[in-house]
């Protein structure tokens, strides 16, 4: 059974970890342009920290309808914040339109190369990626 910890809402984003040990992201501003800013960055460095309690884990991200953007600062702490560094060792990215996909993989290629990185149209195979992926580091498979 899987049962979510706890769940950390800032703003229109939410965060949650389950069982599995994946670090689960959403954001929730769907039809409406973010602009990730610096102090949003703080936010989730701390809301990450807290339910990682500092553990390794892999990153769902769900940006399916988000419209957005950030600085070339806002990504230069996003990339290279050491809490970010120390917990994620992973991410699967969940989206459904090109924009999305070409600014994650500009921010990747440019500010944050070295975490490996899926970007996926369906859910559900994101997840088993991270699972795979967790279970790997865990000694399994």
Do not use: H
């Amino acid at each position: 059974m899987i049962t979510d910890k706890r769940i950390i809402i800032i703003n229109k984003t939410r965060f949650w970890t389950d069982s599995r040990g994946i670090l689960f992201c959403e954001f929730q501003n769907k039809g409406t342009y973010l602009t990730l800013e610096v102090d949003a960055i703080e936010k989730y460095e701390k809301a990450i920290s807290e339910l990682s309690q500092g553990n390794p884990m892999p990153f769902l991200i769900d940006v399916r309808d988000v419209q957005s953007n950030f600085s070339i600062e806002t990504a230069k702490l996003f990339a290279n914040n050491v809490v970010f560094k120390k917990i994620r060792i992973s991410e699967a990215y969940v989206i459904n339109s090109i924009n999305t996909k070409l600014l994650i993989n500009t921010y990747k290629r440019i500010y944050e190369p070295t975490t490996p990185f899926k970007i996926f149209k369906d859910y559900d195979e994101a997840l088993e990626y991270l699972i795979k992926v967790k279970k790997t580091l865990d000694g399994g498979i």
